[in-house]
């Protein structure tokens, strides 16, 4: 009974104080926190999260390193041969830098790295069309060649490798690229039928056997077991691949004023020259003999070969006998040629070189395009694969040239790539023998990234607008005059001949 009493009380207590608690919160006798109304200032126990505001992270010079050595065995998705439906591929024009080589300096005191420069389906990295190709240019007598092209080897063939001779990676890196737009171009497009004239295919090369052999490897990729009659391969005497447009004084005072630029870029970076005395000290060697060794170079092919960095021979007069250059040496050096490129973009010097340096290629391959545009008969003279074989110092001023310098440095067999559509409402005029510029729109993809709204001449085309490609007209007056508005000029012949100070 005492405790039923108990519990009546405690109830009757509680409910008291639920209707008290209330009645002070109706008459806002309490302080409360209703939706809608501003929270008084306080200690908040809610963790916020401050926003930072940081800098993007610096690419690491040894992961830039990797990129450059384009190993094949890598996995790529590419986009040549990408386009609306219904729109006809006219021509590509692919210009390629050379594969993997051997270095074109040598360090000194140290052993030249071991490289076997023969080419053997059976050593690593192979590819599965290495064997046939192999064979096939055993039979390049066949083919027909410019000047002193026919008497270079169509395959490296040195068992200890020869300065700058292209390494069997090189030959499989283009291989692959070759499969990849056959793939895209013969597979997809038919770009060209099976029995394809002679006229139809071009490739040049300059006077290097890397060049050559780069540019044969890539197209036996492209065009399996080509008939060596049907080809020619000319030679470009310039690494520019100026043709008879070489003569341009402007130029040439440009990219003197760029490499008095990179001296004193290089001479006044404290860490690159520390660096420099740490590797002459370590390998017995004056600081000036190694710069001048340029050994960066061969330090990224030990690099892309996975082999040891070099040590000091044992009769040197090394520091230390058997010190070694280090991972942290390469990087340094690495970072300046980042920290170079950065102020070379922003300088400008060397981009008023590869506008002139890059346009006579450039203007080579707009007049191709319209005379593509022009072609309706069989047995037409423009080509419809036109493939340049050339180097870094080629394919670095083209990029510039075109507004592509965010692509960064050429790896090893980096491609280049321009394709030529035209679109389905394209109608052949009454007496006339082609195609317009009007219903023609170019691609420029590299590495098989497409660029194309990225380049100078297309960067503020409205890609969302009822046209989503780039129209060809915007690359050809690009080509003839707005390319020369960066060193005033609206002309090549103009441009070539300004007083440079």
């Not at 309490?30 to 809608?36: A, C, F, K």
């Not at 047995?379 to 083209?398: I, K, N, Q, Y």
């Amino acid at each position: 009974m005492l405790a039923r009493n108990r519990f009546i009380l405690l109830l009757a207590v509680g409910l008291l104080l639920a209707v008290l608690s209330f009645s002070l919160q109706y008459l806002q006798l309490m302080p409360t926190s209703p939706v809608g109304e501003e929270v008084p200032r306080g200690k908040s126990r809610k963790r916020v999260n401050p926003e930072v505001h940081t800098e993007a992270p610096e690419p690491d010079p040894i992961a830039d390193a990797y990129r450059y050595c384009n190993l094949p065995n890598q996995t790529e998705h590419t986009w040549e041969g990408h386009s609306l439906a219904d729109y006809k591929l006219l021509s590509v024009h692919v210009m390629i830098r050379h594969g993997d080589r051997y270095p074109l300096y040598s360090i000194p005191q140290t052993k030249r790295p071991a490289i076997d420069c023969t080419v053997s389906p059976n050593r690593k990295p192979s590819h599965p069309l290495l064997a046939s190709f192999i064979s096939h240019m055993a039979q390049g007598g066949r083919g027909h060649w410019d000047a002193s092209l026919g008497s270079l080897p169509r395959v490296p063939n040195h068992s200890s490798c020869e300065m700058g001779e292209l390494t069997q990676t090189g030959v499989v890196q283009h291989l692959k690229n070759g499969v990849i737009l056959h793939q895209a171009y013969i597979r997809r497009h038919r770009l060209l039928p099976p029995d394809w004239l002679p006229r139809q295919v071009f490739m040049e090369s300059t006077g290097k056997s890397r060049t050559l052999q780069s540019g044969l490897a890539l197209l036996y990729g492209f065009l399996p077991d080509f008939p060596w009659s049907k080809l020619t391969v000319r030679q470009q005497w310039s690494t520019l691949f100026c043709g008879s447009s070489c003569d341009c004084p402007a130029r040439s005072r440009y990219l003197d004023l760029e490499q008095k630029r990179q001296y004193r870029q290089r001479t006044s970076d404290a860490e690159l020259e520390h660096n420099y005395v740490a590797m002459a000290t370590a390998l017995g060697v004056a600081t000036r003999t190694l710069r001048a060794a340029n050994p960066v170079d061969s330090l990224l092919c030990h690099l892309c070969h996975g082999l040891p960095f070099p040590c000091a021979n044992t009769n040197s007069n090394a520091h230390t006998q058997g010190a070694c250059l280090t991972l942290n040496h390469f990087a340094v050096i690495r970072r300046q040629q980042r920290d170079d490129e950065r102020e070379r973009q922003e300088v400008g010097l060397y981009r008023r070189y590869a506008v002139l340096a890059a346009h006579p290629y450039l203007n080579r391959t707009a007049l191709r395009m319209e005379a593509a545009l022009r072609r309706r008969r069989k047995g037409a003279e423009e080509p419809v694969f036109a493939l340049a074989s050339a180097h870094d110092v080629t394919m670095a001023p083209l990029l510039s040239a075109l507004g592509l310098e965010g692509a960064g440095f050429p790896r090893f067999a980096a491609r280049l790539v321009f394709e030529l559509w035209k679109s389905p409402e394209a109608k052949e005029g009454k007496g006339k023998k082609g195609g317009t510029v009007e219903n023609a729109f170019i691609r420029v993809l590299y590495n098989g990234k497409d660029l194309t709204f990225e380049t100078d001449f297309c960067r503020d085309h409205d890609r969302h607008s009822a046209q989503p490609l780039c129209p060809l007209s915007n690359f050809l007056n690009f080509v003839r005059r707005d390319m020369f508005s960066i060193v005033n000029a609206t002309s090549y012949q103009e441009a070539c001949h300004l007083t440079v100070l």
